[in-house]
């Protein structure tokens, strides 16, 4: 069914997400289920291609992806740029997180490295946290930005199955659990994704009223 159908049948307005990521669109349309809008990616859309994200910043990335898209549609178009800062690598693999491991790397790969790369590092020495930048652009041009972080540790071992990314590697203290142990709900509560969306949630909310 095209995009514009699904429109119709439904009456919600269209969130477009830059992303070809299918566990992070899932994530976000989970959290934005209670409010009138219909998430799509980029590839939805017509949006096909890869976009070059060669900001120096997480925000700098999430900019970039929702002004490529925007300027081809037209819509509230939503793009994250996120990943892993581990303090015992001054910051890294950060805005490379998804390219850690090269560029066709699994999941798997990724956080193999960093075990790899923290080998032999001190529980206590092994402090990193999530973060995500959002960039949302209105219908009308607006730019808005916006972060949210979470803070953990990298475990020894990877444990659960949840989950993507560095997510059975990323443990948090609180709950005991890895992020890939942790139940959907769970996640979405703490998460630095779940942390910035819900300020996107406020701003969609409060557009949401005006139409």
Known sequence: MRMEEKGQVTGKKKVIVATKNRGKLEEIAQLLSG????VFSMTDAGVDGDIAENGSTFAENALIKARTVWNVTGETV??????LEVDHLNGAPGILSA???GENA???DKYRKLLKELS???ADQRSARFVCAI???????REIVVRGTCEGYIAKEP???GGFGYDPVFYVPGFGM???QMDEELKNSISHRGNALRKVLDILAEEAKKH
């Open 35 to 38: 409010l009138p809008y219909e």
């Open 78 to 83: 939503m793009a994250d740029d996120s990943g």
């Open 99 to 101: 390219r850690y491991a």
């Open 106 to 108: 699994k999941d798997e």
């Open 120 to 122: 032999g590092v001190p």
């Open 135 to 141: 960039a949302l652009i209105l219908p009308d041009g």
């Open 159 to 161: 444990a659960g199955t």
């Open 178 to 180: 890895t992020f890939a």
